[in-house]
């Protein structure tokens, strides 16, 4: 069975880190893009962080750029949302979704052409 499975969000209080993973089970990262989504209270679906896995090229919304960080393991079996100096906005329900990377990562994802979605993880950050 294909599927993206997130783990690792939590409460927290301002200031604090959290470590975000994303596995994928049925197929391999390689290859692919990945797109970290995150759904904030009464908010639409934002673009967190986009990432290659292929080449390790990273992008960041504004307001994450320099506290969050997309990485994988060696092996590129599950990649990771590094998340330091937390703030209660970025509380949320974060997800990873996968896509098959076609062309030079050079921007923040779209969810259009994310083949693969996980169900999210939740993060709430205290003040």
């Known amino acids: 069975q294909v599927q993206l499975v997130e783990s690792g969000g939590g409460t927290v209080q301002r200031g604090g880190s959290l470590r975000l993973s994303c596995a994928a089970s049925g197929f391999t990262l390689g290859g692919h893009v990945i797109g970290w989504f995150r759904r904030a209270p009464g908010k639409p679906r934002e673009a967190v962080a986009s990432?290659?896995?292929?080449?390790?090229?990273?992008f960041y919304a504004g307001d994450v750029q320099g506290r969050f960080i997309a990485c994988s393991t060696i092996a590129k079996d599950t990649v990771y949302l590094l998340m330091n100096n937390l703030k209660p906005e970025d509380t949320g329900l974060y997800y990873c979704?996968?896509?098959?990377?076609?062309?030079?990562?050079?921007?923040?994802?779209?969810?259009?052409?994310?083949?693969?979605w996980g169900k999210g993880t939740s993060v709430t950050v205290s003040s």
């Open positions: 990432f290659s896995v292929r080449d390790g090229t990273s």
């Open positions: 979704a996968a896509g098959p990377q076609v062309s030079t990562l050079i921007a923040l994802l779209s969810p259009i052409g994310l083949d693969y």
